[in-house]
């Protein structure tokens, strides 16, 4: 049984992929910055009958909560599989880049990219534990410079064009990162779910949570271990 541990998945996306892969057989620690909403989503889970899932305490923007969730995965499994960097926020709309304020420009890249990076920094030496290691990253195909220079490029993206930037910057950790780990076989790789209807964009996406956690559990169900440094969406691959 692999173990895996997805932030920010006491609801929306994140909870919904914890709910597929414990189903899928895996041990899955839902990782929430509000235990209390970590372990009513666990609860629920476990009232389904999805059982071999726990609830962990998780603030990507709080050093010490990682490194405190870091020491209770080393006490009770001892190596994490897999590391889902799925929390985030949207933030507020309009926010061009050109006069969205420094403070929020700032909240936005804590919790996206910095929270991401320092999480990942903290697991790396459990996943170095695993046999078949991996990290996801999930990302927006707002976050996709091909798609943002693109003819097609829908005009209302610009209205998020703060959170597109801190999607590029996890992309480019993606890359990076999978470049450093290639030679210890970990697999980094982002994935967009599309626009999916959960509190992120007020339920305006058009996918439910289960079409938009289909990309995130097919990446992590992979078994092929030479898919590293890249993008997928459902059922295939997205430009950077
Ligand atoms: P959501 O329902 O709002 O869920 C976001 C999750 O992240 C919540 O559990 C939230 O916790 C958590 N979170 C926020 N800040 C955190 C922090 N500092 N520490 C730990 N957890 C934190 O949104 P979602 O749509 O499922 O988003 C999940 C991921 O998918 C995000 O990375 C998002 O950018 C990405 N994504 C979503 C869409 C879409 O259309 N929905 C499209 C592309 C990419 P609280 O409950 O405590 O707020």
């Given at each position: 049984?692999?173990?895996?541990?997805?932030?920010?998945a006491?609801k929306?996306?994140?909870?919904?992929?914890a709910?597929?892969l414990?189903?899928?057989?895996n041990f899955v620690?839902?990782?929430?910055?509000?235990?209390i909403?970590?372990?009513?989503a666990?609860?629920?889970l476990?009232?389904?009958g999805?059982?071999?899932?726990a609830a962990?305490?998780?603030?990507?923007?709080?050093?010490?909560?990682?490194r405190k969730?870091?020491?209770?995965?080393?006490n009770?499994?001892?190596?994490l599989?897999?590391?889902?960097n799925?929390?985030g926020?949207?933030?507020?709309q309009?926010q061009?880049?050109?006069?969205?304020?420094?403070?929020a420009?700032?909240a936005?890249f804590?919790?996206?990219?910095?929270?991401a990076v320092?999480t990942t920094?903290?697991?790396?030496?459990?996943?170095?534990k695993s046999s078949?290691p991996?990290?996801?990253?999930?990302?927006?195909e707002i976050?996709?410079?091909t798609?943002?220079?693109?003819?097609e490029r829908?005009?209302n993206?610009?209205?998020?064009?703060?959170?597109?930037?801190?999607?590029t910057?996890?992309?480019g950790?993606t890359?990076?990162?999978?470049?450093?780990?290639?030679g210890?076989?970990?697999?980094v790789?982002?994935?967009?779910?599309?626009?999916?209807?959960?509190?992120?964009n007020?339920?305006?996406?058009f996918?439910t949570?289960?079409?938009?956690?289909?990309?995130?559990?097919q990446?992590?169900?992979?078994?092929?271990r030479s898919?590293?440094?890249?993008?997928f969406?459902?059922?295939?691959?997205?430009?950077?």
């Amino acid at each position: 049984m692999r173990t895996v541990l997805i932030t920010g998945a006491n609801k929306g996306l994140g909870f919904e992929t914890a709910k597929q892969l414990a189903q899928a057989g895996n041990f899955v620690y839902l990782g929430s910055r509000d235990i209390i909403n970590g372990q009513s989503a666990a609860g629920k889970l476990k009232a389904a009958g999805i059982t071999n899932v726990a609830a962990i305490h998780i603030d990507v923007t709080d050093i010490n909560s990682i490194r405190k969730a870091k020491a209770e995965l080393e006490n009770s499994v001892g190596a994490l599989d897999l590391l889902i960097n799925n929390a985030g926020i949207s933030g507020e709309q309009p926010q061009y880049i050109a006069e969205y304020s420094m403070e929020a420009i700032r909240a936005l890249f804590e919790t996206n990219y910095f929270g991401a990076v320092q999480t990942t920094q903290v697991m790396l030496p459990l996943l170095r534990k695993s046999s078949a290691p991996s990290i996801i990253n999930v990302s927006s195909e707002i976050g996709s410079l091909t798609m943002q220079t693109s003819a097609e490029r829908p005009p209302n993206w610009s209205n998020f064009s703060t959170y597109g930037a801190t999607k590029t910057a996890l992309n480019g950790f993606t890359v990076m990162l999978a470049n450093e780990l290639r030679g210890e076989h970990i697999t980094v790789n982002s994935v967009t779910p599309g626009y999916t209807a959960t509190d992120l964009n007020q339920f305006k996406g058009f996918k439910t949570v289960e079409e938009g956690a289909k990309a995130i559990v097919q990446l992590a169900m992979l078994e092929d271990r030479s898919i590293t440094g890249r993008f997928f969406k459902d059922g295939g691959e997205i430009p950077w």
